[in-house]
């Protein structure tokens, strides 16, 4: 229920900021390759830049010349320069 996911959403918030520093071990301990996980910094031949990028054009979300969260969320930000990006809370 929405309900329901308005309880979630700050406790996942909470717990990736836990985990995303053994993310790559948590992954790496399942042995799960990076072509299953669509991954474009798995490269064998090092070259990762062209290649998220050409995953990010190819992903649907992009498919629009802006997101559909611009306008509703992100462009008032931009645009107004009502926040400053500081990083997260766990870097």
């Known amino acids: ?3 329901q996911a308005k309880w979630v959403s ?3 918030i ?4 836990k985990i995303r520093p053994n ?3 948590l992954v790496d301990a399942r042995d799960i390759s ?5 991954s474009a ?3 064998y031949d090092g070259d990762v830049y062209p290649h998220i ?5 190819q992903d649907p979300l992009n498919a629009t010349e802006v997101g559909p969260a611009y306008e509703p ?14 990083g997260t809370a766990s870097r």
């Open 34 to 38: 990076d072509f299953r996980l669509k």
């Open 53 to 57: 990028m050409k995953a990010a054009e």
């Open 73 to 86: 969320s992100l462009k008032r930000l931009i645009k107004g320069g009502v926040g400053v990006y500081s």
């Open 14 to 17: 909470q717990y990736l900021d």
């Open 23 to 25: 993310a790559v071990a």
């Open 10 to 12: 700050p406790c996942v």
């Open 1 to 3: 229920t929405s309900k």
């Open 41 to 43: 910094l798995g490269r």
